[in-house]
């Protein structure tokens, strides 16, 4: 077999021939396993994930736990398969995991919800990689109709000697595989809330235990009251780079319906302060929040809220298809709402881009200096 091997900023991949591709940290962490016809991920939480092309259209599946078996246990054989061709400075950094298997991946996904008392239940779609730290658990709010992220998890701020203790028992997961990681992102769901003194505390301890740019999500709902933008600058000082705030949607009748209990006034101001701190934003949006009948007036309010954000460069917007999940207080009301199918949240996507950039436009007589990128919520695991 003719084997290709780099490492680089922690990652180390082998590369086949054939299209094979495996890619693992310096602890042997399955990331990207690539076998010519579909991509999986691995999230640290044990979930492998299929990325596959139908046609045009990015297809993300979450498989089985047998296939996520099958499919690590096939790369790691490619990884001992391989190992006796490759350059001796990757054979020195493979030597460690090469008994690396499925039931490792178990323990240590195990570990993991330890650290965190469960799951991490999202981050945000560029933040997959993070070094994920909790400031808090859950969500303060935890009443929005349509999301079960942190239903079962009680809110609370972590003390600071707590939060040390925290941050130490991450780095020890991690062990060498902590290279390969490129960010820290404060969870879980509204941490720039927390009181600014253990805020600004809790970002100084994260800058000296990884030296790393620091992500944290905003929620929209009750921050505008609580944070200024001095408040803000504060926290770019001490590394704060970017807040991703799940706006979903600029129509007041949906986020009514979505319990986002904001005026979408407030949600502008609170963006604007957030930029005029110097913090970049990414704002998150779902094609299909409303179902069919709100289509109309979700994308038109959506653009149009958005076109009243100060955006450019460094900000980011993302847009989802819709989950409606069974088990939520918004399912019940889809009966009147109508749920979209897959292909009209496809089509809802490419309106909202580009009824964004007309609106953004029109309102400010320049063009938004921010992709507006598509996204599948499902990829949004740790
Ligand atoms: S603010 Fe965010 S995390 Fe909290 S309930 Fe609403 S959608 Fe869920």
Known sequence: MDVKGKLDQG???????????????LAGRFIFYTDGDATYRRSLENRFLRIKHVGSRRVVEQISEDDGRRIAETAYSFLRSAYDDLPQDLKDAASGFLDMNYEKLVIDSAKMREIYGGEVPIVPPDQ?????????????????TFCRLYRDRSYGVRSIDDFA?????????????????????VG??????????????????????????????VDAIT?????????????????????????????????RIFNKLMNVSEAINLVNKIKGSGINVGIILMAGAGGKKYSKSHVENTASVI??????????????????????????????????TAEEKEAQIQELRSRIREEFQDFNGRQLDAPIAPYDLMEAVY
């Open 128 to 144: 997959y990689f993070p070094i994920y730290v909790q400031a808090e658990t859950g969500c303060s709010w935890n009443r929005c």
């Open 165 to 185: 203790e925290h941050i130490h028992r991450i780095k020890d997961f991690f062990g060498n595989g902590i290279a390969a990681r490129k960010s820290v992102f």
């Open 223 to 255: 921050t505008q009251k609580r944070k200024s933008e001095i408040q803000f600058q504060e926290m770019r000082d001490h590394g704060l780079k970017r807040v991703y705030i799940g706006l979903e949607s600029g129509d007041p009748g949906v986020l």
């Open 11 to 25: 990652i180390l991949s082998i590369e086949s021939d054939n299209r094979i591709v495996f890619t693992v940290d």
């Open 307 to 340: 076109s009243q954000m100060d955006l450019g460069k460094g900000d980011i917007i993302y847009i989802s298809p819709m989950y409606e999940y069974e088990d939520t207080e918004y399912y019940g009301l889809t009966k009147d709402l109508g749920i979209m």
């Open 188 to 217: 879980d769901a509204n941490a720039v809330n927390i009181d600014q003194k253990t805020l600004l505390q809790m970002l100084d301890m994260i800058r000296s235990e990884f030296n790393l740019p620091i992500f944290s999500f």
